[in-house]
């Protein structure tokens, strides 16, 4: 006799398995899947050079910013807790990649800067990341890969519309 767990478990299995014929839960999960085999391929990635994903992208928005922000505009640029960018600053700092900036009097206010050697870095990484990029969107022709870069950008803003509305 098949318990009543068992049971739940068969009818949930069925609805998941009747949402996935329908294309927008089909794209959802199919997309969810494919960031989580693109991040973990860019962090294998990553750790060759000696670097992780958080880290280049502050390095990056900080380029981006003018070379200094403060800590609650990178969180905002990177969405990652504070206490993330704080874990991942004091990294950057003991690598000589960024400093921090005392902003007036008040010593509880301070701004990231990039440093000589940060931007060096960063520099050395534009054939890294030209080349991960690469052979990610391999797979595609030309035509592809500009309605990927397009849809994402689409995809990119509206869900940054959909955060900012909750």
Known sequence: ??????????DLANEIREQVNRLSV????????????????????MQKVGINRTHFSLLNHLIVL???????ELSKRVFRSKHAITRAVDTLVKEGL?????????????????TTKGLDFVRE??????????????????T???????ILKRLRRHMVSLMTET
């Open 1 to 10: 006799m098949v318990s009543k767990f068992e049971d739940k478990i068969e």
């Open 98 to 114: 960024v400093i921090r900036e005392g902003i007036g009097e008040d010593r509880r206010n301070r701004k990231v800067v990039i």
């Open 26 to 45: 089909d794209n959802f999960i199919t997309f969810l899947h494919t960031a989580d085999i693109v991040e973990r391929y860019v962090d294998i990635e």
């Open 125 to 142: 990484m534009v054939p890294v990341r030209e080349e991960i990029g690469s052979r990610i969107i391999s797979p595609l022709n030309e």
């Open 66 to 72: 003018g070379g200094r922000a403060t800590p609650t």
């Open 144 to 150: 592809e890969a500009k309605q990927l870069s397009s």
